[in-house]
């Protein structure tokens, strides 16, 4: 006989273990499949956001292609100014390379002669110690190469296929949304409808969040040089802030030529560890409070889930899961709100508030 009764599973028992699975399946598919949907969710943002000016041009007679054309060429001419002006900055930093060059060797000789001084470690102890670090080295410059040409393909790639998506999506998008609604039963299309719908001002909010952040950025930037007496604070201010949208690479360059600057204005090594530092603070700034933050209000999703999405993203796709990951949430949460089953998902993606209970009278 069997003393332990049984427990009915119902759905409430499993919902936990079930989100798990899904969520643990998901995250396979997305890193393994990341070469497919990282370009293919970029121009599905990409898309969302050129829709309305499509739709407008074709309401005033422009012939769908044309329409579809023209506004990826809004993109493709918002891109090359942001080449331009990483250019721009480089060709800057050369023409200051000569004396910022002087200033680094007079720094090493100063480094030398402080390690030959309080290290007993003489000048040419240093120079074999160099030498054998650069000999153990190739290794490592190999394999940063392998890196970086495995980056500037995959890059290449995308700078390709991702205008490509973007105009067949909007293309078809008419045939995409039909597919899409007869995959639910009929009494759920004004439901699907209306979270599509949403999901295209969701992704405008994104947009103008990020907007937003990068002028508070630019604006953080520009005071911190002001205080630490940089010339042409909000110049290099603002361009670090723009060039931020290029990740890892666009910061540093940009701030290459402030410090060369500083260093060969002011003659002091502080000015150029002053520029580091307020950029760097900065750029913490905005990835853990700044970004959440306003992005998150926009979305009305939490900032605490925003901070775990921009990590997760980092850890599945990078920098581009870093900005891409926010806006899947927010379509997420669409769908939660509209599920009763989903609704402890909707409140933990939201603003946590629990529902209030009605007061008996």
Request: a neutral charge; proline letters at 5%.
């Amino acid at each position: 006989m069997d003393l332990i009764p049984k427990i009915p599973v119902t759905n409430k028992n499993i919902s936990g273990l079930v989100l798990l699975q899904y969520f643990v399946l998901a995250s396979i598919i997305l890193y393994f499949g990341k070469l497919l949907f990282i370009p293919l969710s970029f121009a599905i943002l990409i898309s969302f956001i050129l829709h309305p000016v499509c739709k407008w041009l074709e309401k005033k007679g422009v012939n769908p292609i044309i329409a579809i054309g023209l506004s990826l060429t809004i993109v493709f001419v918002l891109l090359i100014s942001l080449l331009s002006l990483l250019i721009f900055q480089i060709k800057e930093f050369v023409i200051e390379w000569e004396p910022f060059k002087i200033k680094i060797l007079e720094a090493l000789n100063q480094i030398s002669v402080l390690i030959a001084q309080y290290f007993n470690v003489t000048n040419t102890e240093q120079i074999i110690f160099l030498k054998n670090l650069i000999d153990h080295s190739e290794n490592q410059v190999l394999a940063i190469l392998e890196s970086s040409f495995y980056s500037f393909s995959h890059t290449l790639y995308y700078t390709i296929i991702i205008p490509v998506f973007s105009a067949l999506i909007l293309f078809h998008r008419k045939m995409l949304t039909e597919a899409l609604l007869h995959t639910f039963p009929i009494d759920q299309k004004n439901n699907v409808l209306e979270i599509l719908t949403e999901t295209i001002s969701a992704y405008h909010n994104f947009i103008k969040g990020m907007l937003f952040v990068y002028i508070i950025v630019g604006f953080l930037n520009s005071v911190g040089l002001l205080i630490i007496g940089i010339p042409n604070p909000f110049t290099f201010g603002f361009i670090a802030a723009i060039l931020t949208f290029i990740p890892y690479v666009g910061i540093m360059i940009s701030s290459l030529l402030p410090i060369a600057i500083s260093w060969i204005t002011f003659d002091s090594i502080w000015y150029p560890i002053g520029v580091i530092s307020v950029f760097g603070i900065v750029q913490i700034l905005e990835a853990y409070i700044i970004f959440p933050y306003i992005v998150g209000n926009r979305l009305k999703i939490n900032t605490l889930v925003i901070i775990i999405m921009i990590t997760l993203g980092g850890i599945l796709w990078g920098a581009a899961g870093m900005i891409l990951f926010i806006p899947f949430t927010s379509i997420i949460k669409l769908i939660a709100d509209r599920t009763d089953s989903l609704k402890p998902l909707s409140i933990l993606l939201g603003e946590g508030k629990l529902p209030t209970k009605k007061q008996n009278p």
